[in-house]
């Protein structure tokens, strides 16, 4: 709980980096798949109760939509010494009536352990529901729920503890609290609670809470910068 990740995007090395909260580098991770176009990530409960998985979402196509299969990477964290992790359930999707869609966002909900895939870019924003358990290793269809009003969503987060909400754009963050008996979705489809703080960054793709959700980070990606990119905490207090 002390470390962060962060994955490189598309058709980089197959893993993730890992940083300390106060953004020094510790290490690179390897992982036994294949990054065509890497997104997201996201942490959290799976089929092992008690133990914490890492999610790895290859769910990009940016090259006009080629794709008609999309794939999760789901591992147990590794300890600190490990630098390969060869056992790795492969979640392979695809969207109704096989279309292809790009989608920037993997979303975790820890009391259900279901997956929610957000698209990118249309005006109202796609959003699709990966029920757990789900299958491994067998193409299933994913489950369309509706759109939500927004554009151009790329980074997303759920807290550990399920019941609060980020997604961002490239200019601004969102925040919900969820409602007594309320679902990832419902919430989602209502009215945002308020916009949070953000400095707009260069290409601000990355946004996480802290493990107690006290706080949330975001970084952006490096692209043609010269400089390694500023790593930023927005505390609630």
Known sequence: FGSLFIIEDSEAA???HVFSKDGSYQKFVKINGQNRDWEDMATGGGPEVGKNYIYTAD????????????????????????????????????????????????????KTKDLYIITKEELNVKVFRL???QPVNQPFEAEFLGTIPYWGIVGGDISADGNEILLKTYIAVFYWKLKTNETIFQALSRNRDVGAPYIQENQGESICWDYQAKG?????????????????YYSKK
């Not at 949330?216 to 930023?232: C, F, H, M, N, Q």
């Open 14 to 16: 197959a893993g993730y």
């Open 59 to 110: 769910i990009g196509d940016n090259n006009g939509g080629v794709n008609k299969q999309y794939t999760i990477y789901r591992f147990l964290e590794p300890n600190s010494s490990v630098n390969f992790v060869d056992k790795v359930d492969a979640i392979q999707y695809f969207y109704p009536n096989n279309a292809s869609d790009n989608a920037e966002i993997l979303l975790l909900d820890p």
């Open 131 to 133: 029920k757990y358990p």
């Open 216 to 232: 949330y980070y975001t970084i952006s990606e490096r692209g043609g910068l010269p400089v390694a990119p500023k790593l930023y």
